[in-house]
């Protein structure tokens, strides 16, 4: 471990790229047998069989899909404003992979005497014998995720046909408009642990073999925050941008090939980050039983919590029909923003007396 | 490695800074304000400020550039390709050398202040950055804060009142 640059030890940077290349890979993947677990999930939920035809029981789907939209014909509406028609799906697609770089996935592990704590952006100092993150964890996700607004304004926006546009005006609306309650829903955790850092918010919820996770001290909070996600996503049953009853598509009715296929890989992924998102918040992140003795158990116990939740969305998704857009901006700023208010009230109360 | 990633940032900053008076379509000019911001905030994260790195992306690229986009997009402003516009060029050149003028004054004949404070870069990894603002936020700067809350509650029933036919 003799060889410094620009001095950081060696292993810093392979550990760096490492940490980057797995946790890319795995998202990706997860966000491919996503769009297939919806489909088997919602299948069986309707006493149908799902995809069966490409491979055993269907499982080669997503990459036919993927092959199959690498290959259809690239369409730029004539009328459309290029720039922000080409650069839209980037804008949509990027904020949701980037997130990624804040959340723990595991424990701290040692390979060959250099300690690497399992989560992107963190560094263990040996000098000072403990982990360091980015200490605004939380307010950098909220940040990235109101970024991803953009590619769907501009994708609504640059198609230059009414159904996207239609669709774009929604899609701000709404993502601001619930932005803002899962942001106040959050509050009450931040009360609780003191800190914006996610691995110190994970470590807060390590005892008491899962007693002590948010999700048991702040119930309606992760309830709201987890349903206010939803809705900032545009998942179903909030899934009014594209609502393909009215809108056709929504805001990538013009879009095809690859560029659609970005935008479906971005919704799924920011799917993913919700749950993950939720998994550290309220959930207890990594930790489990044994993780003490076994550091790679935390990953396990992170990916088990996390696809538990994007069931949880499936489920969702099979079983609540849309919402109405007025029901839903009613939902958001009437019901949702002040019953975050008053939680963070009666958590500031509660805690000034305990 | 501070150094080159400062003239990476700010190669793009000033890039997309130029971008948003040259650009004829008004979406491209605001995608590039958002860019430059987005820097903007890079530079906090160098300073040790990462709560006012997050502050910056979250209020300005989040929230009042979607208003903007929202606007234009509302208003439906298309170009016309053809039409050259000129700002009165002679004139915006006086102004121009006069703000260069000044700023050089300044920059030059001003010194770094002697006094810092208690606030050092080691004192605020210690603490954290987000623990300090709140702190002198809601105990030195108590009263400017409720004046702003109370500026802002009045923007907000003004909002209510002129969106509301009825009330």
């Known amino acids: ?354 | 490695m501070e150094t080159l990633f400062f003239l990476i940032i700010t190669f793009v900053a000033i890039i997309s800074a130029i971008l948003v008076v040259t650009c004829k379509n008004p979406i491209n000019s605001a995608l590039s304000l958002i860019m430059t911001f987005f820097c903007l905030a890079t530079y906090y994260v160098m300073l040790d400020a990462p709560f006012m790195a997050a502050v910056q992306v979250m209020v300005y690229a989040g929230a009042i550039m979607v208003l903007m986009v929202f606007t234009i997009m509302l208003l439906n402003i298309r170009v016309d390709a053809s039409k050259k516009h000129s700002h009165k060029v002679v004139f915006s050149l006086i102004i121009g050398f006069f703000t260069f003028v000044n700023l050089a004054y300044v920059l030059f004949k001003s010194r770094v202040a002697v006094a810092t404070g208690p606030y050092s870069a080691d004192m605020i990894k210690q603490v954290g950055h987000t623990e300090l603002i709140g702190k002198e936020m809601f105990t030195n700067f108590l009263l400017p804060f409720e004046i702003t809350s109370i500026l802002l509650l009045v923007a907000i029933v003004g909002a209510v009142i002129l969106a509301k036919k009825k009330i």
């Open chain 1, 1 to 354: 471990m003799g060889i410094e640059i620009l001095g950081l030890p060696m292993m810093y940077y392979i550990a760096m790229v490492a940490k980057v290349l797995v946790a890319f890979v795995f998202v990706l993947l997860t966000v491919a047998y996503a769009t297939y677990a919806e489909r088997k999930i919602i299948g069986h939920m309707q006493v149908r069989l799902g995809p069966m035809r490409t491979g055993w029981h269907g499982l080669l789907q997503p990459i036919a899909d993927g092959v199959k939209l690498f290959f259809k014909e690239e369409i730029i509406p004539s009328q459309a404003s290029t720039f922000a028609f080409l650069v839209a799906p980037l804008i949509a697609l990027i904020p949701a992979f980037i997130t990624f770089a804040v959340i723990p996935f595991g424990g701290v592990i040692e390979v060959a005497g250099y300690k690497i704590p399992l989560q992107i952006a963190a560094y263990y100092d040996t000098a000072a014998g403990q982990v360091y993150d980015i200490n605004v964890g939380v307010l950098y996700i909220l940040a990235m995720s109101s970024l991803g607004v953009y590619g769907i304004v501009l994708a609504g926006w640059a198609s230059n046909s009414k159904y996207s546009l239609m669709g774009g005006l929604r899609a701000s609306a709404q993502m601001i408009s619930y932005e803002l309650a899962a942001g106040l829903a959050i509050i009450s955790v931040f009360m609780l642990s003191g800190t914006l850092s996610l691995n110190k918010i994970v470590a807060l919820q390590s005892g008491f073999g899962g007693f002590e996770w948010y999700l048991f001290k702040q119930p309606l909070a992760a309830f709201m925050f987890f349903i206010c996600s939803l809705a900032e996503i545009n998942r179903t049953p909030f899934d009014l941008p594209e609502a393909e009853t009215e809108l056709v598509s929504g805001f990538c009715t013009e879009y095809s090939s690859m560029k659609y296929a970005m935008f479906f890989m971005a919704e799924y992924a920011n799917m993913v980050t919700v749950c993950a998102l939720t998994t550290t918040l309220f959930l207890g992140g990594w930790n489990g039983p044994l993780t003490a003795a076994f550091p790679l158990l935390g990953p396990v116990y992170f990916i088990a919590k996390v696809y538990f939740l994007m069931f949880v969305c499936m489920w969702i998704r099979a079983t609540l029909p849309r919402y109405r857009y007025d029901q839903l901006m009613h939902l958001g700023w009437k019901v949702f923003i002040p019953v975050a208010l008053v939680n963070i009230v009666v958590t500031g109360i509660i805690g000034y007396f305990v």
